[in-house]
């Protein structure tokens, strides 16, 4: 089979597509063939099994859209996007990439008349605060920014093409990923993982928010299995409502503390610095903390058992099992 | 003040212009200019104080919106739509106007730069079953068709393009409209209207579902009500949450017809003919039945009373008071 990834080149993107190439198939079908779409060429390389499309463009431009369905890929996970900061930064290019990109995605395939699987990443920014705790299922999209906003249209298209038979899709809600690897960025979120993978190379971080914050986490291992599952799965039972809240553990920020003191020790507990930063305890404070996702578990999705164990994953695959603050 | 309104033409769109054209003001703003947009001309007449400017085109064509907004009215009412049953028998048409004439017009409004309040029509048909009876404010919205899809598209973005500052919005989620005027139309909830208006004025109507069927009803007078109400209120209140279900009237077909006996005897009621169409009993199957309407009727926004007055406002509105079959 042939997969089409928007997207391969972002951190989550990377992941599915290692885990592709050494899968080498999803349930019984080869994997013969990966399109592989970013703005940025893809460093992964084909294997054996496996050939590479490398395609470097922009969604907002339909001819490169145009492209990447030529060859009617069997599957197409759609994982590119403006980021949630870029595209309140920048009105025009998240509506263009985010909203008209993936608009110009789902008409390219409909226009190709065949019904390939679309699995579409979405995202909790869908939801924005007041809202009850745990998030029950059926609660209504109330995004507070224009990222939400755009992944939210989204969902609403995939449900639409999928009933009208173009395509059979499937949006995937994720958590905040967490421990994202590499180093601190500017993202609002950014502090949940920089206070766990700084101390565990031994370096400080800095911590924006109060203790008490709750947030939705996934690990980025977490993150791939909801798309391998997703990519796997029957889909006939999800029904019309094709946009599922992944399962996450919630945390607060005292419980990541914690978990992180049980895995590493109080040294890299102490690496952590407080610096409230009002700004950002004010974004955070619309954001999401727990949800139910009845229906994604019931549908087969996992989470991570706990916040350590997401720690202990990221010391598992950024650090072959042993970080450096534990010598 | 100058209002536009788009789609002026249709039942409401006309219902709206002349009550602002008899009124003459909003609140005590004099109402110097309506720009009035349909793809048919306008038959509204200017009065000595309100002058009429007319634009007949298609919202589909980006040009044709610019001139909508070239002048900056102080206020746009968003009616236009391909309605359900067109937008799902042509998909592309539907999306071209509901979806990108939508966003045509939002855009032309950002890019004018000048923050006018937006009235737009949105409808039940966001919602899809299941759902709980009442359905809450904060259930999500799971169209079944592409129009409800189109519309829930233009929810989301009317509550960014508020959030963001680029006008001040406000969304109002009509129920089925009833008793319609005119003929007796082939869109699957024309019955409802059909079994009221044809037997008053003594001509037989078919009922193609059974009695137990409940739906949620506002007459074309409440439904005006409702713009009125959106064109004076203080938008401050409603918060970030920009779209409101509106009040309405829950009522099976029985008490629709009990009402009727109620109002212009059996008579009337004995021109009610039962046809079952298993085609129109399973799509009415999936459509909402009552809400709670909690928030709009805290903002002050009003229903009908009863089946019992939705009928009486057709009679006096459509007939002076006195239908034929009353005779």
């Known amino acids: ?49 496996t050939s590479i499309r490398p395609i470097v463009g922009d969604l907002s431009d339909r001819s490169v859209v145009d492209r990447l369905v030529s060859e009617k890929p069997d599957m197409v996970m759609h994982l590119a996007a403006i980021v949630s900061g870029e595209a309140e930064a920048d009105f025009e290019k998240g509506y263009a990439v985010n ?97 766990i993978r700084e101390p565990l190379k031994g370096e400080e971080a800095l911590l924006p928010v109060p203790d008490t914050v709750r947030h939705w986490h996934a690990s980025p291992r977490a993150a791939v299995g909801f798309f391998m599952h997703a990519a796997e799965m029957d889909l006939a039972p999800v029904g019309p409502r094709r946009c599922l809240t992944m399962p996450g553990v919630a945390a607060t920020v005292a419980e990541q503390i914690e978990a992180l003191r049980k895995v590493a020790g109080e040294k890299a507990v102490k690496l952590i610095r407080r610096e409230p930063d009002p700004v950002i305890a004010g974004i955070v404070s619309g954001w999401p903390t727990a949800f139910e996702a009845k229906r994604a578990r019931d549908l087969g999705f996992t989470a991570d058992e706990s916040f350590e164990a997401i720690i202990r994953v990221h010391i598992e695959d950024e650090h072959g099992g042993h970080a450096p603050i534990m010598d």
């Open 99 to 195: 909203f008209d990109g993936t608009r110009h995605l789902f008409e390219a395939i409909r226009l190709q008349h065949y019904e390939p699987r679309v699995i579409y990443a979405s995202s909790i920014a869908v939801f924005g605060a007041p809202f009850p705790e745990p998030i029950p299922d059926d609660f209504h999209l109330t995004p507070l920014t224009s990222y939400g906003t755009q992944k939210a249209v989204g969902e609403l298209l995939l449900n639409d093409y999928t009933r009208r038979g173009f395509f059979d899709g499937i949006g995937i809600r994720l958590p905040t990923v967490c421990v994202r690897p590499g180093k601190p960025n500017k993202a609002a979120s950014g502090f949940f993982s920089n206070i």
């Open 1 to 49: 089979m042939h997969i089409l990834i928007t997207g391969a080149a972002g951190m989550v993107g990377r992941k599915i597509t290692e885990r592709l190439l050494s899968d080498g198939h999803i349930g019984k079908r080869e994997i013969a063939k990966l399109t592989l779409h970013d703005i940025v060429p893809s460093d992964a390389k084909p294997t054996e099994n």
